[in-house]
C-alpha cells in the first residue's frame, strides 16, 4: 500500500479515542501519529529498496573519478566489490585515471557559464517592466544572499558525478533583519526575550541519496505526486529549525572522504577521495514529506519527522513544491539524469588494461633473465653476491659458453594505437576533446578549423549546461513565490531602494505567476561571450542600434557595458532616469488614491512625457472608468505640467526679447 492511499484512508486499522490524531484523511477518518509515522517510514523503506541500484551506480561513479578503479557492482549482493587479482610481482595493476581531468574539465566549462536570473517583462507594459525589474532586484538579492555561486559549484559536481542534483528553497522566519523583540514567560520563571525577524529566503542543496520520488520513472519533479527526503541533522540544528529536543546517537551519511579501500597497482591499498559512508556523532535522522498541491490540498502538504516524532503537519511554505532537480543528461522517462561517466567507466577500464600491459613488456624486457650455459658462471658466487650488479666483471667459461639476456617479440605499436584511439573515444564520450583538454589540437589545424571544433565541443557541452539552467528557472520561479507570499512591501522596499517606490507598490499589489515573468540565463557554452561582442560591434556597425536620429538607446549601452565588462550602467544613475522614477511614482500615488505633492526640482517635460504615456495605456482607461475623479485630478495634474512648460517657454522668450533689445540700443549707442 502507498503511503498516499494510507492518507486517502484506506489504513487498515482504526484506532479508539482518546489516541493522539494529527489529522484526517479524505475519508474523514482520524490518521494517528503513530500510524502515520510507521507508514511514513516503511514507504521509506519500501522505496530505498526500489532506488538501490541507481545508489550503486553513483557510488561506482564516485570511485572512478576518485582514482579507485579496480571495483565493480555485485548487484546480486548489493555492494561493490574488488575485482579477483592474484598478486603477481611482474604483472601490473595500476590505475591511469584519465576520467578525473575531463571531468574537471567539464566542471571547469560548466562553471564558467552564468547562471544569474533575469526577469522579463511579459508584455511592453510600463507595469509588467516595473515588476519585471523589481523581480530581477529580488532574485539578484537572493543570488548573493544565499551563496548561490558558491553552492553551484557543489551542485554541477554531485550532478556531474551522479547525473542529479537537488535543490530545496524554503522561507526561514528565524533569518532577515530583528524587528522586534518580546519576553516570553508564564510568570512563575524569569521571562526570556525573543527576537521577531523580518524572515528571509533559504537555499540548501540535497544530493540524490537524500532524494525518493514516488516513481522511478516519472521523468519530471512537477508530475511527481509526492517526494520524500531523509537528511542528516545534529541535535542542535533540530532544535534551532524545529524546536525540539531529541537524543541524538550515532548516524551515518553520505560524504566525500577518503576511501582507504582503493587499490591500485601490486595490490597496495591508497587513499582516494570518493562518495563514501560515514558516522556523524550525536545527529538524528529527519525524513520529510513533500506532497505537491493538488484539487484536494490546493496548498500542498508537508510532513516532518524526527525519529519517531512529528514535528511539523501542515502546508507547503508558499503552496509550491520547493524541491528542484538539475541534471546532467536528461534520460526519458527516468526520474533520476545520467552521469557522463557511466559512459566513461567501460572506455577507462580498457585504457587501464592496455597501459598495465604496455608497462608489463617494459617491465620485462628491462628486467630480462639471463640465460647461461651450464657451467659457463660459478652460480654458487652469483648467488653469494646477489647477481649481476652494473658496472660488474664477470668471468665466465668461453668453453662452455657466453650469458645472453633473453630476447623478446618485438613491442606492437597496435598496443599504444589502441590505447591513443581509446583516449581520444574517452574525450569525445565526455564532450570535450584536446582543444579543452590540453588548449591545442593533436594534429595542428588552422585558426577557421580550431574555430569549428571549438563551436562542437561548446555545444555538446552546452547541452549539459541548458539542463542546469533549466533548473535554475525554476528555482526563480520559487524563489519569486516565496517572496510574493511572505515578503512585505517593507522588506521589498529595503532590498529594491525606495527610488523605485512606484515599481515596488506595482509588484506588491499585483499577482506574479509564470504567466507574468518569464527568466532568461545566458549560455555561453552555445554562444560565447567573444562571439557576442563580435555579434554586437557588427550590428553596430551597421547601424540596426541606432534610432532616425543616429542617437543610441540606453538599453542599447547598457547591453554593451555588460558585455565589455566595463561596469553596470544602473549605478550611474543619471539625473533623467531619477526624474522618469519619480514621474512613474506619481502615476502609481494616482492609481491608489493618492495626490502627489508638486516636486520643486521636477522637469516638467520629462513628467509630463512619463505621463502622457500612461495616459495612452489601457490601465489609463481602466482609470477613467473605475475611478473618473482621479482621472480627472490626473488629468488637472498633467494640465499643471504643461502650463509650467508654457510659462518656462514665455519666459524664455521673453529674456530673448530683453537680450535682443539690449544688443539692439549697444549698436544705436
Not at 527610488?499 to 554562444?527: K, Q
Not at 557588427?538 to 532616425?548: E, I, K
Request: with cysteine.
Amino acid at each position: 500500500m502507498a503511503f498516499w492511499d494510507f492518507l486517502k484512508g484506506n489504513q487498515p486499522k482504526v484506532r479508539e479515542p482518546p489516541a493522539f490524531y494529527v489529522a484526517r484523511n479524505e475519508a474523514g477518518e482520524p490518521i494517528y501519529s503513530d500510524d502515520l509515522v510507521s507508514e511514513l517510514l516503511n514507504e521509506l523503506e519500501h522505496r530505498r529498496s526500489d532506488r538501490a541500484p541507481y545508489e550503486l551506480q553513483w557510488q561506482l561513479n564516485a570511485d572512478f573519478v576518485a582514482g579507485n578503479q579496480n571495483v565493480d557492482v555485485d548487484f546480486t549482493a548489493c555492494r561493490l566489490v574488488l575485482d579477483e587479482f592474484k598478486d603477481n610481482r611482474v604483472q601490473e595493476r595500476r590505475v591511469y585515471n584519465r576520467i578525473a581531468p575531463l571531468m574537471d574539465t567539464r566542471l571547469a566549462n560548466l562553471m564558467g557559464v552564468s547562471y544569474d536570473m533575469f526577469v522579463k517583462p511579459r508584455t511592453g507594459e510600463a507595469e509588467d517592466a516595473a515588476k519585471a525589474k523589481i523581480g530581477t532586484k529580488l532574485l539578484e538579492y537572493c543570488q548573493q544572499n544565499v551563496g548561490f555561486k558558491d553552492q553551484m559549484n557543489q551542485l554541477l559536481q554531485w550532478a556531474e558525478i551522479c547525473g542529479t542534483a537537488f535543490s530545496v528553497s524554503y522561507w526561514d522566519t528565524n533569518a532577515g533583519d530583528v524587528i522586534a523583540e518580546m519576553s516570553v514567560g508564564d510568570g512563575t520563571v524569569e521571562s526570556k526575550p525573543v527576537k521577531i525577524h523580518l524572515g528571509d529566503l533559504a537555499f540548501g542543496l540535497l544530493s540524490p541519496y537524500e532524494v525518493f520520488p514516488a516513481s522511478l520513472t516519472v521523468q519530471n519533479v512537477a508530475d511527481q505526486h509526492d517526494i520524500i527526503t531523509e537528511q542528516v541533522f545534529d541535535v542542535d540544528a533540530v532544535r534551532d529549525i524545529w524546536g525540539v529536543t531529541v537524543d541524538g546517537e550515532e548516524t551515518e551519511a553520505y560524504t566525500i572522504t577518503p576511501e582507504p579501500q582503493g587499490v591500485s597497482g601490486h595490490g597496495r591499498a591508497n587513499a582516494t577521495f570518493g562518495v563514501n559512508r560515514v558516522t556523524r556523532e550525536n545527529a538524528v535522522k529527519v525524513v520529510t514529506y513533500y506532497e505537491k498541491p493538488t484539487e484536494l490540498h490546493d496548498k500542498g502538504r508537508l510532513i516532518v519527522v524526527v525519529k519517531d516524532r512529528i514535528v511539523f503537519n501542515g502546508e507547503l511554505p508558499g503552496g509550491v513544491m520547493p524541491i528542484v532537480a538539475y541534471k546532467s543528461r536528461e534520460v526519458p522517462g527516468w526520474f533520476f539524469g545520467k552521469s557522463p561517466v557511466e559512459a566513461l567507466i567501460p572506455l577507462q577500464r580498457a585504457y587501464n588494461e592496455i597501459q598495465n600491459k604496455i608497462m608489463d613488456y617494459i617491465h620485462v624486457t628491462v628486467n630480462a633473465p639471463m640465460l647461461t650455459p651450464v657451467g659457463s658462471l660459478d652460480m654458487d658466487e652469483m648467488e653469494a653476491i646477489g647477481g649481476i650488479q652494473s658496472g660488474d666483471i664477470i668471468q665466465y667459461s668461453a668453453d662452455r659458453g657466453e650469458p645472453h639476456f633473453m630476447q623478446y617479440a618485438p613491442f606492437s605499436p597496435l598496443m599504444t594505437a589502441q590505447r591513443d584511439q581509446i583516449a581520444q573515444d574517452m574525450e569525445y564520450t565526455a564532450g570535450v576533446s584536446q582543444l579543452m583538454v590540453y588548449g591545442q589540437a593533436a594534429n595542428s589545424a588552422s585558426g577557421a578549423a580550431l574555430n569549428t571544433r571549438r563551436e562542437i565541443d561548446m555545444t555538446r557541452m552546452s547541452l549539459t549546461a541548458d539542463n542546469i539552467r533549466d533548473g535554475v528557472i525554476q528555482t526563480a520561479k520559487i524563489w519569486l513565490k516565496l517572496n510574493k507570499a511572505y515578503s512585505e512591501g517593507y522588506r521589498t522596499m529595503l532590498i529594491s531602494g525606495d527610488d523605485d517606490m512606484a515599481g515596488i507598490i506595482t509588484w506588491c499589489s499585483d499577482d506574479i505567476n509564470s504567466y507574468d515573468v518569464e527568466f532568461s540565463t545566458e549560455n555561453e557554452l552555445r554562444h560565447s561571450k567573444d562571439q557576442q561582442r563580435e555579434d554586437f560591434m557588427a550590428a553596430l556597425q551597421m547601424g540596426l542600434f541606432t534610432d532616425d536620429n543616429g542617437m543610441i538607446s540606453k538599453d542599447i549601452k547598457r547591453r554593451a557595458w555588460e558585455l565589455f565588462k566595463t561596469g553596470n550602467m544602473d549605478d550611474v544613475l543619471d539625473l533623467e532616469d531619477q526624474q522618469r522614477k519619480n514621474a512613474r511614482y506619481e502615476i502609481t500615488l494616482f492609481q491608489n488614491g493618492v495626490v502627489p505633492e508638486e516636486g520643486k526640482y521636477d522637469d516638467d517635460e520629462i513628467h509630463l512625457e512619463e505621463h502622457l504615456r500612461f495616459a495612452l495605456s489601457n490601465d489609463y482607461r481602466i482609470l477613467s472608468h473605475q475611478m473618473p475623479n482621479w482621472a480627472a485630478l490626473y488629468d488637472q495634474h498633467m494640465e499643471q505640467h504643461k502650463a509650467r512648460i508654457a510659462a518656462k517657454q514665455q519666459q524664455q522668450q521673453m529674456q530673448m526679447m530683453q537680450m535682443q533689445a539690449a544688443q539692439q540700443q549697444q549698436k544705436q549707442g
